[in-house]
C-alpha cells in the first residue's frame, strides 16, 4: 500500500487595528452596537467613491518585512466579483496580481528544530459585513464591512496538525508585538482557513486540495487537520475520488462538514478596481516605517538569554507582550535584570493574573519599580519586604522609598544590633546551640527562623546568617 503524505497550507486573515476603515472613514473597533458605525460606502451605496488609508498600507509595509517579503513597489487594487448578501457591492476590494509582500518566510521552532514555512503573498482587503443566522432569517451587522484586512498565505510546506499550530502561535505573536492587530481569534480579529490534500511520498504531484475554512482557534486547526487527513485517507483507500470543495469545522462533532464546492479563480472575474490609482512605495516611505517596528519576540529571547536570564523565565516574558514591553523598560535602568525578571514574572504575573488585569492598567511604573530591585539587591530590603511592598506600588504607585519610610520597613544592617538580637534567640534556645556543637548543622535554619521571626523579616539575612554562624562558633561546652 502507497503511504500518503499530508501537504498543508494556511491563509490567514488578520483584522488590523486601525483607528478608521480601510476605505472609508468609518469607525474600526469591535462590540459596538450593529450598524452604528457605518457610512455610504461601507454599504455600497452606488456613486460613492473609496479613499485608501495610509496607515493600512504602513501596517502591511511592517507585515511583509517581518515576515521577510520582497515589497511590491508599484501596486493596484483590484476587483474581486462575487454575489452574497455580505457583500452589498457584489465586489470585494482585494488585491490579486500586486500584494504587497511576495515570496517571504516565516521560521518555526518544533521540538527545537528549526523549520522554515515559506510565504505566498500577503495582502490587503476589506472585510465583509457579519452574518447572524436566526433561524430562517439572516441578519446583517455592517460595522465589519470595510474593516481592514491583511491575509497571509502560505506555502505548502505545513506537514502535520502541530507544525500547523506552532506556525499560528509564531505568526500571531509576531503580528502582536508589531501592534497591527490584537490578533483575537475569539473575536474574530484572526481567522484561519486551512488547505489540505495528500500525495504518496516521494512523489511532486499534489493531491486534490480541500479548503476548511473560518476555523476559530488554534487548537481547532490541529483538529480539522487530523479529522480532515483520516477522511481523506478513508476516500483514498475506498477509491473513492476527492473533490476540491469547501468545508466547515463542527467543533460539537469535532469533524469537517461540506459547504460547497471550491470556487475557482476565474468564477470572481478579478479586475483592476478603476477607482483607485496606483499606490507607488517609495524607498523613503518603506524605510520609515521598518524602523518604527520594534525588537521582535526571538531578538528579545535572545538579549534576555545574554543578560544571565534562565529560558523558562525568558520564555514566560516573551508569552506576555505587556509584561515584556515592562521588561524592556527596565533594560534602560542599571539595575538586576535577572531579580526584576523573575519577580516580574511570578509576583507581578501572579497578582496581575488574580485581579486579571495587564501591567498597563495598573500604576507600577519601570523607575520606581526599578529602584525596589536595587534596594533588594543591596540588601537593604529582603524579599518578604518587597513581596509586603509590591501590592502598595502596583494599587496607589507610591514611591517605593516614600512607602518604606511611611511602613517603617527598613532592613536591619547595623552588626551590633544584628548580633544582639542573635544574642537573644541564642540564649533562648540553648538546646539548639548543643545541636549544633555536636554535628547537627541543620538547626542553622530553625536558629534562622527564630531571628527573621523576631525582626519581622526586616534584616539582612546574608548578614545574619554569617554572624549567627560566628556567634555560634564562638560559644564552647
Known sequence: MVELEPVIGIEIHVELNTKSKV??????????????????????????LPTVNKEVINAGIKIAHILNCQ???????DRKNYFYPDNSKNYQITQSRTPIGYNGYIDINVDNNIKRIGISRVHIEEDTAKSMHLNTKTLLDFNRAGIPLIEIVTKPDISNAKEAMIYIETLRRLLLYIDVSDVKMEEGSMRCDVNISLKPNNSNVLGTKVEVKNIGSISNVGQS??????????????NIIIKEETRRFDEKNNATILMR?????NDYRYFPEPDIPLIELDDNWIKDIINTIPRLPSDRYSNYIKLGINEVVANKLIQN????DFFEELLSLEINYITAANILTTDVAGYLNKNNINIRKTRLEANN?????????????????????????????????ELIKFSNKKIINDKDEIISIINTVLNNNKESIVAYKSGKDNVLKHLMGEVMKITKGQINPILANELLLKQLNSFEY
Open 23 to 48: 476605505f472609508s472613514s468609518s469607525e474600526n473597533g469591535y462590540g459596538f452596537r450593529p450598524n452604528t458605525k457605518i457610512n455610504v460606502i461601507d454599504l455600497g451605496y452606488p456613486g460613492t
Open 71 to 77: 515589497i511590491n513597489k508599484l501596486m493596484h487594487f
Open 225 to 238: 487537520i487530523n479529522y480532515e487527513i483520516a477522511r481523506q485517507k478513508e476516500l483514498i483507500l475506498n
Open 261 to 265: 464546492l471550491k470556487e475557482k479563480g
Open 321 to 324: 507582550k505587556e509584561l515584556c
Open 369 to 401: 519599580f526599578g529602584r525596589m530591585i536595587d534596594l533588594l539587591d543591596k540588601n537593604e530590603i529582603s524579599s518578604k519586604m518587597a513581596k509586603e511592598l509590591l501590592n502598595e506600588i502596583i494599587d496607589k504607585g507610591m514611591n517605593i522609598e
